[in-house]
């Protein structure tokens, strides 16, 4: 076994395998894993070709920050990279416990502060209490605006999503054990099937974790074996990501709307989900519940953290109406890593649990 002392601080490890250098942060409760160094270069003209490029070739990379004994199977990681967007300050890929997603909208919010705190983007001028970050997802450019002050974050961060839009409205499928259910598929940078709880026979506000995602779950593999994905503009993008159980509270109101996501492999969100708050207000606007700018709040029910979200203007996307939605939450650090491999582990790339 051939091992490295020789970074200070680190334990023997695999001198041919650096140290992936890791900040980890939270936003409303959701993890985030960025990596700060020790990612091999991730190739491809293109943000798309990338994220091809890292499930064929790098994968083992996603495995590791994800993955037990380093994470579990709902943490949630992010490889920054170069984007060929000239107007993007950097270039992010997504990954989760079964792949990599198109969009994550609690990652953006935190990446926001992340970015100005550790100088990806200049400090706005004295005086300006919001810096402007534009970060390349998968599924398009996103803004982020982060609250500062002194150059430094504080506060929340909000963003402005790519087109959202409802790919089906009101469509029946066929759900095992619970029959016909009605569900629509909207898209807030990832497609997702949103359902009210209650026509699954719980109440997504006091339903165990577990059987809520069993529900979920049965919902997202109908949806997939009877409806086709498509995006307009991009295959890559066309894929369900996952499920949303909603209380069913969709009409415009002062009082917060719950929900729970489940995507991915099971993956349970710990916030209300920035991407999906992005295609349940793209839902809400297609049915005329909500107007533009009026702002909604949207509740997590696993941990009770709160998104809020508004349409902020029409947008089109391919032939699709679509809206551009605004964002807001917080996010905080919560500590630093060096996670570190050893040749002779068995368990290296890490493993899950179900």
């Known amino acids: 076994m051939e091992t ?52 064929q070739h790098l994968d083992y990379v996603r495995r590791r920050l994800v993955f037990e004994p380093r994470g579990h199977r709902d943490m949630y990681g992010a490889v920054l990279v170069p984007s060929e967007l000239p107007d993007a300050h950097l270039g992010v890929l997504f990954l989760h416990n079964e792949g990599y997603s198109s969009m994550c909208g609690h990652a953006v919010l935190a990446l926001g502060r992340f970015a100005l705190d550790f100088g990806l983007v200049p400090a706005p001028p004295a005086g300006v209490r919001e810096a402007r970050v534009n970060i390349h997802c998968p599924c398009g450019l996103v803004a982020a605006f982060v609250a500062c002050e002194g150059g430094r974050s504080c506060g929340p961060v909000r963003f402005h999503s790519v087109p959202a839009f409802v790919l089906a409205a009101d469509l029946v499928v066929d759900v095992p054990g619970h029959g016909k259910v ?26 165990k974790t577990r059987d809520l995602v069993d529900a979920a779950s049965t919902v997202t593999a109908a949806v997939r074996a009877q409806f086709k994905i498509n995006h307009p503009e991009s295959e890559d993008l066309a894929f369900l990501y996952g499920t949303i159980l909603t209380d069913g509270n969709d009409a415009y109101s002062e ?32 049915k005329g519940l909500l107007q533009l700018n009026q702002t909604r709040a949207f509740k997590s029910s696993a941990t009770g953290s709160v998104f809020t979200g508004s349409a902020v203007r029409e947008a089109k996307c391919g032939d699709f109406k679509a809206v551009v939605v605004e964002v807001s939450g917080r996010a905080h650090y919560s500590g630093t890593a060096s996670l570190t491999v050893e040749d002779d582990d068995p368990l290296r790339d890490g493993f899950l649990l179900k």
């Open 4 to 55: 490295a002392l020789a970074v200070p601080g680190l334990p023997p490890h695999d001198p041919r395998t650096p140290a992936l250098s890791v900040v980890d942060m939270h936003t409303g409760g959701e993890p985030l894993r960025i990596v700060r160094a020790g990612c091999p270069e991730v190739a491809g003209p293109t943000l798309l070709a990338k994220r091809r490029y890292m499930r």
């Open 255 to 286: 009082v917060p709307t719950t929900n729970i996501c489940v995507f991915a492999d099971e993956q349970v969100d710990r916030s209300p989900t920035g991407s999906g708050v992005t295609a349940r207000i793209a839902l809400q606007y297609h």
């Open 182 to 207: 009605v569900v629509d598929i909207a898209y807030g940078g990832a497609f997702y099937a949103l359902v009210t709880a209650e026509k699954l026979g719980l109440d997504v506000c006091s339903a």
